[in-house]
Each structure stands twice: as structure tokens, then as C-alpha cells.
């Protein structure tokens, strides 16, 4: 599992290390991604991870996650927009919610799940339920990954939320 801050740029580079676990490890690797916004190192932090909810409630999670993250974290209000039409969400809807903070509830609660959790900043990764206190570089994530899982790497990725 993954605390990260879609605003963080160290989030965005550890998405991209990530990714290449994901498909070196195949469908041994459960990849959880949680939202962990810290808007006192960066201004747009809670828009958007409250965004993501907004694509979670039109099925997009992923899409929205992976837009946010290949684009370097360019979170702020237009940016935003831009995700969201890229991944193809209704924009009328995602437009409402984001003016409503319909997700911000969603979003209180996983921050405060990673806090009781020990998480004081993110990116914060848990193997099998265990801190992961190491680097986030490829080599360590990717060995320690794998030592969790006895070292399996066969199939496609499982993604879940």
C-alpha cells in the first residue's frame, strides 16, 4: 500500500518506480493506492486528491491516478480539467462535485487512517502490511517487494483501491 500526495513531486517519481514493479511483479503485486494530501508543502494537495474521488465515483480511479502522475503532479484547478477530460469523465459531474467537496469526507478519513497509521508525510509505502523505511528508489522497492512475496513475478498487474 501507498500514501502519496498527488501534488508531491517525489510522489510523481515514485509513481514511475512503482509502475515498473507493477510490471516486473505481475498479478503477485496488490498495488493500494491511498491519499495522503499535505497542504502545508503544497497548495493544490487536497483538490486533488479530492479529483481522484471525483474519478473514483465515475469508475476512473486509475485513469485519473495515472493522468495526475505522468503529467509531473500539474494539480491546480485547470489542470485538474484537464485530467478529468482526459480520462474521459462526465465534466458536468466532476465539476459539480469538485464545487461541492463532495469527496473531501473521503478524503479526511484516508488522510487520518494514514496518520493513525504512523504516516507523517508521503510518499510512505507498506509491504504486507510493514513499513517500508528503506528507499523508494527501483532496486530496494523492487527487493523488498519481492522478498515479501517470495519472488513470484509472473502475470498481469491487480490494482485495487
Known amino acids: ?3 502519496g500526495d498527488f501534488a508531491s513531486p517525489a510522489c510523481s ?4 518506480t512503482v509502475k515498473k514493479i507493477q510490471k516486473k511483479m505481475g498479478t503477485t503485486l496488490r498495488y493500494v493506492y491511498r491519499s495522503f ?4 508543502q503544497f497548495e493544490h494537495s487536497e483538490q486533488a486528491a479530492e479529483a481522484a474521488e471525483c474519478a473514483s465515483a465515475q469508475g476512473k480511479f486509475w485513469e485519473m491516478h495515472d493522468s495526475i502522475f505522468e503529467s509531473g503532479a500539474e494539480v491546480d484547478d485547470p ?3 484537464r485530467h478529468a477530460a482526459e480520462t474521459g469523465l462526465d465534466l ?3 465539476h459539480r462535485d469538485m464545487r461541492a467537496r463532495a469527496h473531501a469526507g473521503n478524503v479526511k478519513r484516508t488522510r487520518e487512517g494514514g496518520v493513525r497509521s504512523g504516516v507523517a508525510e508521503a510518499p510512505a509505502f507498506f509491504i504486507n502490511s510493514v513499513r517500508h523505511e528503506s528507499s523508494f528508489g527501483l532496486a530496494t522497492l523492487l ?3 519481492q522478498a515479501a512475496s517470495g519472488g513470484d513475478r509472473a502475470g498481469p498487474n491487480i490494482k485495487s483501491r
Open 1 to 3: 500500500m501507498a500514501y
Open 13 to 16: 517519481q515514485t509513481y514511475r
Open 37 to 40: 494530501p499535505q497542504p502545508e
Open 79 to 81: 489542470q485538474l480539467s
Open 92 to 94: 458536468l459531474r466532476f
Open 143 to 145: 527487493a523488498a517487494v
